[in-house]
């Protein structure tokens, strides 16, 4: 806690407002601001900020100086998924109340840049800056890190499938700092359920209608899509485009491939040949042999219990099963059909040896048939590589949650290869 009383009063707002309690920080601004700035307003702010930058990880730096008989107290915070500070205002009566604040993005982030960074990044090879991805009201944001030095560059889109801000779980944004720092300008963007948490997956509301319940397309390909053409208009792209995707990303590649329409290499990471219920199937059964956790088997059985009903087909298009509607695993059933991509398509296929999430090396093994006869493509097979992109650690179990609790960054083989792999491609016009 900080010594300074301000600082620590600020530090104290900021964490109401993260436990989505903005009643106490309205209770303590003037009433005029208050007027100005109810508390359902005061909290759609903070979430703003925080789609765009991540979760306030601490204050780096305070300054205060008079206003009159006000002072507007200064503070340098770290949040967790920008390169960037954050700077933070409040202009504080002499009853300590706020009367004003205000908020912006500064060039670097210290804290990143001194101990969060992994050693194959370098902030100062690249800038980002926010972006909006899609269309209303579904729209989720975005962020592109753009090489500083002259010239154009190749450009990738991440494509976000594992629920999480920015792709923070499967580490994207690990991705995104390596190969910017490789000179590769990087798009990825929030998943759409946690951009929007009260979109229901049976249904939507748009405009006080009420939508069909979402597909594969309205929860991955739409976004996908956009973050594409998006890059693709970029006057610093070099026309060289890719799309990666991990886990079920990977496994819908060849299907934004075709819908794309354009030149466009593709980066299988830990993808599956096989439909995504049996690879989901599977896992949840290997959990339920490893995990003890009544509560736990309870959740893995109901969860075996959608799939067996998907995989037979015996559902509505507006039930909710294994957390998405009947539609949508209509939707997967009635596009699964193999890998079915042009053969002119640069495809890199990377996997690990050691983890079986997600189907393991047998899902290697199948995608390494699957393209045969294809011209262009490259395998990429890492001994000791985690589902999640990252070294596999002393008693690694990734079905005690250990995948997500893991510090250590995506493996540097990994961020090297590929990113020689895009830079050394030929035009894929």
Known sequence: MSKDPDVARITYWIRLLRERNAFPVVRDFSPDLRAAMPMALLQLSWDALIRQVGTFERVLSSETQAMGTDRLVCVR????QSVREV???????QKDRIRGFFGYRLTHNTALTNSR????????????????????????GGTLSRPVWDGSFPAVVLINTHGSRNGTVNKFRDLAWGLATQGIMVLRY?????????RDPRRGIIENRTAPP??????????????????QSDPSGNGNLFAVGHGLGAYLLPRLARSYC???????????????????????????ATVSSPEFRKTAARLQDDLDRIRQRHYRDDERLAGMSGR?????????????????????????????????????????????GHSRPTFALYPGLSYWLKPIEPGYDPYRNQRYTMQNPVDQRVIADLARWIRTLPPLG
């Not at 979402?214 to 890059?231: G, H, K, S, Y």
């Open 77 to 80: 915070c770290a949040f967790s």
């Open 87 to 93: 700077m933070l205002g409040l202009r504080l009566d």
């Open 117 to 140: 960074f992994p050693p194959y990044v370098n902030p100062d090879y690249f800038t980002e800056h926010d972006v909006a991805i899609g269309q209303e009201p579904w729209v989720v």
């Open 190 to 198: 929030d998943h759409t359920l946690v951009a929007h948490p009260k």
């Open 214 to 231: 979402m597909t594969v397309e309205d929860d991955f390909l739409d976004n996908a899509l956009f973050a594409l053409r998006l890059l």
């Open 262 to 288: 354009g030149p466009l290499g593709l980066v299988s990471l830990f993808g599956h040949f096989r439909p995504p219920w049996e690879v989901i199937s599977e896992d949840v059964a290997r959990s339920q």
């Open 328 to 372: 949508y695993w209509t939707d997967l059933f009635e596009h699964h059909g193999g890998y079915h991509i042009d053969p002119r398509t640069p495809i890199m296929v990377v996997h690990g040896e050691g983890d079986n999430t997600g189907g393991g090396i047998d899902e290697f093994n199948r995608l390494t048939t699957a393209l045969t």
